[in-house]
């Protein structure tokens, strides 16, 4: 066990820090592709440098509690920012940090709430089965039809709250983005009505389930749009 552990380890560690890689790389791939009035748009950094910023930055969100990756994710968006040129024009990043937390503020505590209901809500439905399971380890009194059903109704109850709050950070998130934006001395503004995104998201959820993935770039671009 210890000697697949450390190989798992020296697997994902490497795969993280590439990924970083690839993340500037598509980026820049999209920008040298976008033209506006016969010139183009680039990204003036380096995709190593960005990937080991990726890295480092990963561990922190773990170490906090997860309080780290609003910062995190605005650092690396920042920099991809501050990275991008329009011809000898360059782009400049002013996030701010406080609309974002305050959104993660509520998705953090509202997710724990959630969390610890909905296992006591469990509890109660299918708690002497949760216990055999445990202490005979096997799931044999788990697999009963009414065990299920119950306990699909419990988790679908606890699940819905929480994809909203996550699709409210994610309306937050998106609205920092832009407004970190800056260019030639003009920033930014965006704000997304609540409900109209909520629906989007839900339906664009909905549409590539459905489509078993077909429909994703379509989802994708009414999202952009």
Same mark, same amino acid.
């Given at each position: 066990?210890?000697?697949?552990?450390?190989?798992?380890?020296?697997? *994902?560690?490497?795969?993280?820090?590439?990924?970083?890689?690839?993340? +500037?790389?598509?980026?820049?791939?999209?920008?040298?592709?976008?033209?506006?009035?016969?010139?183009?748009?680039?990204?003036?950094?380096?995709?190593?440098?960005?990937?080991?910023?990726?890295?480092?930055?990963?561990?922190?969100?773990?170490?906090?509690?997860?309080?780290?990756?609003?910062?995190?994710?605005?650092?690396?968006?920042?920099?991809? &920012?501050?990275?991008?040129? +329009?011809?000898?024009?360059?782009?400049?990043?002013?996030?701010?940090?406080?609309?974002?937390?305050?959104?993660?503020?509520?998705?953090?505590?509202?997710?724990?709430? $959630? +969390?610890?209901?909905?296992?006591?809500?469990?509890? %109660?439905? $299918?708690?002497?089965?949760?216990?055999?399971?445990?202490?005979?380890?096997?799931?044999?009194?788990?697999?009963?039809?009414?065990?299920?059903? %119950?306990?699909?109704?419990?988790?679908?109850?606890?699940?819905?709250?929480?994809?909203?709050?996550?699709?409210? +950070?994610?309306?937050?998130?998106?609205?920092?983005?832009?407004? *970190? $934006?800056?260019?030639?001395?003009? %920033?930014?503004?965006?704000?997304?009505?609540?409900?109209?995104?909520?629906?989007?998201?839900? *339906?664009?959820?909905?549409?590539? &389930?459905?489509?078993?993935?077909?429909? *994703?770039?379509?989802?994708?671009?009414?999202?952009?749009?």
């Amino acid at each position: 066990v210890r000697q697949f552990r450390w190989q798992r380890l020296m697997i *994902s560690l490497p795969l993280l820090f590439l990924l970083g890689s690839v993340v +500037y790389r598509k980026r820049q791939h999209i920008l040298r592709r976008t033209w506006l009035h016969g010139t183009r748009f680039d990204l003036s950094g380096w995709a190593w440098s960005y990937a080991w910023q990726h890295f480092w930055s990963a561990f922190l969100v773990p170490l906090t509690l997860g309080w780290a990756a609003p910062w995190r994710a605005s650092k690396l968006s920042g920099r991809k &920012i501050s990275e991008m040129h +329009y011809g000898g024009k360059h782009f400049v990043a002013r996030g701010h940090l406080k609309p974002l937390y305050s959104s993660f503020a509520v998705l953090w505590f509202g997710g724990g709430l $959630i +969390y610890v209901g909905t296992l006591v809500v469990l509890s %109660q439905f $299918i708690g002497p089965e949760i216990v055999a399971a445990v202490q005979g380890l096997t799931i044999k009194p788990l697999a009963n039809a009414a065990v299920l059903k %119950q306990a699909a109704y419990v988790l679908g109850g606890g699940l819905l709250p929480l994809s909203v709050l996550m699709l409210l +950070y994610r309306k937050a998130w998106i609205e920092h983005f832009v407004a *970190s $934006i800056s260019f030639g001395g003009a %920033q930014l503004q965006l704000k997304l009505p609540r409900a109209q995104f909520l629906w989007i998201c839900v *339906s664009n959820i909905l549409m590539t &389930i459905f489509s078993l993935g077909a429909l *994703s770039a379509v989802a994708e671009a009414r999202l952009v749009r």
